[in-house]
T-cell receptor
Framework: ETGVTQSPTHLIKTRGQQVTLRCSSQ?????VSWYQQALGQGPQFIFQ???????GRGNFPPRFSGLQFPNYSSELNVNALELDDSALYLC???????????FGPGTRLTVL | QKEVEQNSGPLSVPEGAIASLNCTYS??????FFWYRQYSGKSPELIMS????GDKEDGRFTAQLNKASQYVSLLIRDSQPSDSATYLC????????????FGSGTRLLVRP
C-alpha cells in the first residue's frame, strides 16, 4: 500500500462530456503527478504540481487540467472527452520533486 | 523526443530461474532510474530505484546501471509464478517537472 488513494475506481462517460478525477496523496508528500496509461503502453506524463503550483506539463492539450490543494488532495479535469481519452489515469505522489513517485490504484475511464 | 525502450516480450522463464529484463534510454543526461512492476489490471508498484553506475541489490532483485551505454537492467533471481507481471522501466527527466518517462514494459511469465 502506497497510501495514495484515487476516486472513482471506474467511470463511464460519453464523448463531449467533462470528468473530474480525484487523488489523495500521502501526508507530507508535496508533489503530485498525473499520468495516462493506454492499454499495452507505459504511463504518459500529463502534468505535475509542486506545493499547489503546476510545474510541468506533458504533451496533452489544454482540455487536460488539474489542481493540487493544501490538504494533499488533487484533481484532474478533462473537458470535451474524446474516445481516445479512454485509459487508466494514475496519480503519483512523492515527498519532493526529485524523489521516488508512488502510484495510487488508478481510475479506469471509458469514453463511449 | 526522449525515449525509453523495452522489449515487449513475453519473456518466459521456468520457476527458479533468473529473469533478465533490459531497458535502454536516449537522454544521456538522465540520472535517476526506476523499475516498476504492474500486475494486470493494477497500478505500477515501485520495486527498485538506481542512481549510480553498477549494481544495486534488494532481496531477489538486482538493478544494474551503465550510463555510458545508456542501459538499465533488472535481474530477478529464483523467479516465482507470482513474479509474472509487466515490468516498466522509467527514467526521470531532470527538467522543471522531474517527470518520469516510461518504456512500454516487458511482460514476464514465470512457468511453474
Amino acid at each position: 500500500e502506497t497510501g495514495v488513494t484515487q476516486s472513482p475506481t471506474h467511470l463511464i462517460k460519453t464523448r463531449g462530456q467533462q470528468v473530474t478525477l480525484r487523488c489523495s496523496s500521502q501526508s507530507g508528500h508535496n508533489t503530485v503527478s498525473w499520468y495516462q496509461q493506454a492499454l499495452g503502453q507505459g504511463p504518459q506524463f500529463i502534468f505535475q504540481c509542486y506545493r499547489e503550483e503546476e510545474n510541468g506539463r506533458g504533451n496533452f492539450p489544454p482540455r487536460f487540467s488539474g489542481l493540487q490543494f493544501p490538504n494533499y488532495s488533487s484533481e484532474l479535469n478533462v473537458n470535451a472527452l474524446e474516445l481516445d481519452d479512454s485509459a487508466l489515469y494514475l496519480c503519483a505522489s512523492s515527498p519532493g520533486q526529485a524523489n521516488e513517485q508512488f502510484f495510487g490504484p488508478g481510475t479506469r475511464l471509458t469514453v463511449l | 523526443q526522449k525515449e525509453v525502450e523495452q522489449n515487449s516480450g513475453p519473456l518466459s522463464v521456468p520457476e527458479g530461474a533468473i529473469a533478465s529484463l533490459n531497458c535502454t534510454y536516449s537522454d544521456r543526461g538522465s540520472q535517476s532510474f526506476f523499475w516498476y512492476r504492474q500486475y494486470s489490471g493494477k497500478s505500477p508498484e515501485l520495486i527498485m530505484s538506481i542512481y549510480s553506475n553498477g549494481d544495486k541489490e534488494d532481496g531477489r532483485f538486482t538493478a544494474q546501471l551503465n550510463k555510458a551505454s545508456q542501459y538499465v537492467s533488472l535481474l530477478i533471481r529464483d523467479s516465482q509464478p507470482s513474479d509474472s507481471a509487466t515490468y516498466l522501466c522509467a527514467v526521470k527527466e531532470m527538467d522543471s517537472s522531474y517527470k518520469l518517462i516510461f518504456g512500454s514494459g516487458t511482460r514476464l511469465l514465470v512457468r511453474p
